[in-house]
């Protein structure tokens, strides 16, 4: 009997970490957004969990298709301070096809209400 190993699909994530207090943001709203050329299309939004992720993958199998999307994090509303500094964050980043690109697409944001900062994870 051979037991074959299936990787996980492929995956798209995001974690949202508020550097102002130290902790997940939580209750924090983003949208994400395909981009081709100058037409956009909504694909979902969400809001974070106590531990500041999305509860399922943003994209996963065949929904990660190559291309360029748009995470835009609500951090105005999330700090809820009146006239905040920071509005709307877009990340906008490319997932490459599917023979070129890692399984896992990780996009974390760390944010104050004055500055943020995001990177490619793993």
Do not use: K, W
Not at 26 to 35: F, K, N, S, V, Y
Not at 43 to 49: A, D, G, M, Q, S
Not at 85 to 93: A, E, G, K, N, Q
Not at 105 to 112: A, D, E, F, M, R
């Amino acid at each position: 009997m051979t037991t074959e190993t299936q990787s996980p699909p492929r995956r798209l994530t995001t974690h949202v970490l508020d550097t102002s207090t130290g902790r997940p943001a939580a209750g924090l709203r983003l949208h994400l957004t395909r981009i081709e050329g100058e037409t956009r299309t909504h694909l979902r939004t969400v809001t974070t969990n106590a531990d500041g992720r999305c509860d399922a993958p943003l994209l996963a199998g065949s929904e990660m298709t190559a291309g360029t999307y748009e995470i835009a994090f609500e951090v105005g509303n999330y700090f809820d301070r009146g006239d905040p500094f920071l509005d709307i964050v877009p990340v906008r980043f490319r997932i490459a096809p599917q023979d070129a690109g890692p399984d896992h697409l990780h996009v974390p944001l760390l944010i104050s209400p004055y500055g943020y900062s995001t990177y490619r994870g793993s």
